[in-house]
């Protein structure tokens, strides 16, 4: 059984910064890419950022230049920097992967989802 655990969530300021931390834990042999969804009341969840095993990483626009993704391949973690932030990144962020649980299984997960609100 693989398990995703995020943390790093909360309320902060306009212009503050927080940081995500998603860990994967259980049965991995290995993980491919690894990302950051969001989903704002009344909206559809979104990509906003997301990194592949050899580093190859992808924002969304709105938050290029603002938040930055990384990952500790060695503790199958992967964080996501926000700086600089806006009410508009007011959502749930989940982490999700792509894990493979075996040779010939590979599965897409999800986290539990941490609430990220930015008060103006």
């Known amino acids: 059984q693989v398990q995703l655990v995020e943390s790093g969530g909360g309320l902060v300021q306009a212009g503050g910064s927080l940081r995500l931390s998603c860990a994967a834990s259980g049965s991995i042999f290995s993980i491919n890419a690894m990302g950051w969804y969001r989903q704002a009341p009344g909206k559809q969840r979104e990509l906003v950022a997301a990194?592949?095993?050899?580093?190859?990483?992808n924002y969304s626009e709105s938050v290029k230049g603002r938040f930055t993704i990384s990952r500790d391949n060695a503790k199958n973690t992967v964080y996501l920097q926000m700086n600089s932030l806006k009410p508009e990144d007011t959502a749930v962020y989940y982490c999700n992967a792509a894990i493979r649980i075996s040779w010939s299984q590979l599965r897409d997960y999800w986290g539990q989802g941490t609430q990220v609100t930015v008060s103006s």
């Open positions: 990194i592949t095993s050899g580093g190859s990483i």
